[in-house]
């Protein structure tokens, strides 16, 4: 992304349009996600667009970025700008991340390789989900056929089996992640009755349990469960709905799917991950000795209280990501903005901020950035992207969004992102 991205983005899409051609991308996020539901199952849109109860925490998310709103300046030089960061010993072209965004075989088939793919293309990292629909190994394998040494991170849930926390650090370790983001606020799931209302899980259906079915110490797990069946547990009752589930977990277990139709593996598998995938009883003393589990860079993800963020940086973390989990887990919590501010405040430079939930607009970025984050990551608007055109969609909305940052940049005076602050901010009154 050289300087003059946008208008280069920009143009490029009206070059296009002499000759009558349409993106096929909505550049805004309002037609982006209508489009998106029409191209996603119920399943999926429930699975991804969804939020906890209500929707309030989305809602919220929504209403603390409206709050600030941006000050132009004018007269100002703005002809060369960078929107460039340096992130954990790595320069990044634009301070943007592609969050982790659990099921997405829901979306596509193949999906995190496609939105790794995606990723490397344009240079930003993309955050692997712990819940992905491809094992890590074969999506950083991916990525690399994009661009050798393709930034990438792993989002870690931490399991009630501490072999399989080990052996998950190590692979990433192995894949070259720039860091681990220990995902914090969902030791369980929240209410979401989008799901809830379709009986949807989508892990029940062996879809999003890739990063396990492909873990040795996982495997030795599963394979336990089956050479020791629990003798009081119950078969599932012949039904229409009891075979779909389990020609979908067929396909999604590795190996070939008719096999894993009589294979007693698959099924296991799902039963063994819905007792194990996490942990509610994790603490500040796990954090404080995972340093010594791991050589990567350790990001917490879900903090909201500044409180927390004290602990967080006293405890040496290398970084934070303000989340909400997109309003998904805590209805009627505290907008990711808002609480950005005051973990900002409260951290006081001592570690890399970042911030999720509720960003969808280059627009959005900015006030981030100007609030005191280091960088943004990006969520839905991605995966409505996969969407609509894959791999090439995913890579689509990323270049909208770093585009109309660059523009939001020059047009408001500022020619470096590493210089935004409150000073480019007005807090509106409402």
């Given at each position: ?5 946008g ?10 349009g ?24 119920p ?19 929504r ?22 960061i340096?992130?954990?010993?790595q ?13 997405g075989?829901?979306v ?26 491809s ?9 690399d ?91 599932p ?38 007792e ?151 807090k509106?009154?409402?």
């Amino acid at each position: 992304m050289d300087q003059g991205w946008g208008r280069e983005r920009q143009n490029a899409i009206y070059r296009a349009g002499i000759a009558d051609a349409r993106p096929t991308v909505p550049t805004d996020f309002g037609e982006l996600e209508r489009r998106a539901r029409q191209a996603m199952s119920p399943k999926a849109w429930a699975y991804i667009a969804g939020g906890a109860g209500e929707g309030a925490t989305m809602r919220a998310n929504r209403r603390a970025l409206d709050r600030w709103a941006i000050v132009p300046r004018v007269l100002r030089d703005t002809s060369q700008r960078s929107l460039s960061i340096e992130l954990f010993g790595q320069t990044l072209p634009a301070p943007l991340l592609l969050s982790p965004v659990g099921a997405g075989g829901l979306v596509a088939r193949n999906a995190d390789i496609a939105i790794g793919k995606a990723a490397a293309s344009l240079g930003l990292p993309y955050i692997l989900s712990n819940q992905g629909s491809s094992a890590m190994e074969d999506v950083t394998t991916a990525m690399d056929t994009v661009a050798a040494g393709a930034p990438r991170w792993f989002q870690l849930y931490w399991s009630v089996d501490e072999g399989l926390v080990d052996s998950f650090l190590r692979r990433a370790e192995a894949t070259g992640a720039s860091a681990v983001a220990v995902t914090l606020d969902t030791t369980m799931l929240g209410w979401r009755p989008q799901d809830l209302n379709l009986g949807s899980l989508p892990f029940a259906q062996g879809e999003g349990i890739a990063q396990y079915t492909g873990d040795p110490r996982f495997r030795a797990i599963v394979d336990e469960k089956v050479a020791n069946p629990d003798p009081e547990a119950e078969s599932p009752k012949p039904s229409l709905g009891a075979i779909k589930t389990l020609v979908s977990i067929a396909r999604n277990a590795p190996g070939a799917w008719w096999r894993n139709l009589v294979d007693k593996h698959p099924r296991a598998a799902v039963e063994t991950f819905l007792e194990i995938y996490s942990r509610p009883s994790l603490s500040w003393t796990d954090i404080a000795g995972l340093r010594a589990r791991t050589s990567l860079p350790i990001v917490l993800k879900g903090i909201l209280h500044p409180d927390d963020a004290r602990q967080a940086v006293g405890l040496g973390v290398d970084g934070i990501i303000v989340s909400n989990h997109g309003g998904r887990q805590v209805d009627g919590s505290i907008g990711s903005i808002d609480a950005l501010v005051d973990v900002v405040d409260a951290v006081g430079g001592q570690t890399k901020i970042l911030v999720d939930s509720g960003i969808r607009t280059g627009a959005d970025v900015f006030k981030a950035l100007a609030l005191g984050a280091d960088a943004a990551c990006i969520g839905r608007p991605h995966m409505y992207g996969l969407a609509l055109r894959g791999q090439a969609g995913v890579a689509e909305v990323m270049a909208n969004i770093t585009a109309e940052l660059d523009l939001t940049m020059g047009l408001s005076g500022h020619t470096d992102v590493a210089s935004l602050d409150r000073g480019a901010l007005s807090k509106l009154d409402y």
